[in-house]
């Protein structure tokens, strides 16, 4: 009897630090908020922004970075990355003389450099009007009191001063038309519950534009043919729904759904290179046939029949 109490004793033992571990583990991966200005580097990096616009946009950008210098702030060093997020206060926002005209979601600028013969990126983001953070990879932890950098290259990727395309209001295709090529084949797995009406050329340029990334040509062919499809187990986003994930290596843009995770193109990638993008964090690589993919998935997807 005392050697199984003992045996009882040492396994709620382990059980315990194995649930400190995870405790203290996720605790460091909190996310942290302060209310300290901005890093050496990022003071650096921020002059080189500036230098992109013209007089009046600089102005606005530097005086939204002097608000937000003593304000609450969200910063956070993952494995590859850094992030930073901007917060105002409610009892005293930012003035509307400081924002410019771009209201939506968006990538501001990208800026490449090199710190110890190392290359990094950096990613700021738009959000109402205004700078809404950051991202650095890789992890920047190491170097974030240095300004000592070389930048190699740098671009605008949406003119705050321009107005974000509108959202496409989506209408729906009654009765659902018979398809041939791909949609057709994964009707064949799975009938389509909703198709809606195709964006037209116009929108539809104006749309895979902003995609820093090589779409797949059966994708392409779908979105032609229909502003997203849905089989209920899963789901092809039309173009003006396409929106990324920032994982550790950069952004991923998401072309289908399905329950357990996202078929996904990375940014700045012409190879084709389709990916998994799973809910749980993993990633994987799945080559560059988007049919195969498709159809791989849709199968795995759709729940077996009893016999």
Known sequence: MNSILIILGVLIGLIGLIFLALYI??????????????????????????????????????????????????????????????????????????????KDESKLATIRFKANDEKFYIEFDNYDGRLWGWKIRPNPKRIMKTTSIKVTSKKINNDPNSFAQTTFKKKKIKPIPIFEGLLGELNNVKS??????????????????????????????????????????????????????????????????????????KEEDNSGTIFYCHYSGLLDNLGTDFRAVMLSCAKSTIPQQNP
């Open 25 to 102: 583990a996720a605790y460091r991966r909190r996310p942290k908020f302060n209310n300290k200005g901005f890093t050496e580097l990022e003071k650096r990096l921020l002059i080189e922004l500036y230098g992109l616009f013209d007089t009046e946009t600089q102005t606005k950008l530097k005086a939204q970075i002097e608000y937000f210098r003593p304000k609450r702030k969200w910063r956070q060093y993952w494995e590859k990355s850094m992030s930073i997020e901007l917060y105002g206060d409610n009892e005293n926002p930012l003035s509307d003389d400081f924002k410019y005209i771009r």
């Open 192 to 265: 389509i519950n909703q198709v809606f009406q195709p964006i037209g050329k116009k929108f539809l340029k104006n749309y895979t534009k902003r995609i820093d990334s090589k779409l797949p040509a059966e994708y392409l062919q779908i979105i032609e043919k229909s502003e997203s499809v849905d089989f209920g187990y899963f789901k092809i986003l039309g173009v003006s729904e396409i929106y990324t994930t920032g994982l550790d290596d950069g952004n991923y843009y998401h072309l289908a759904e399905f329950d357990d995770g996202v078929i996904a193109i």
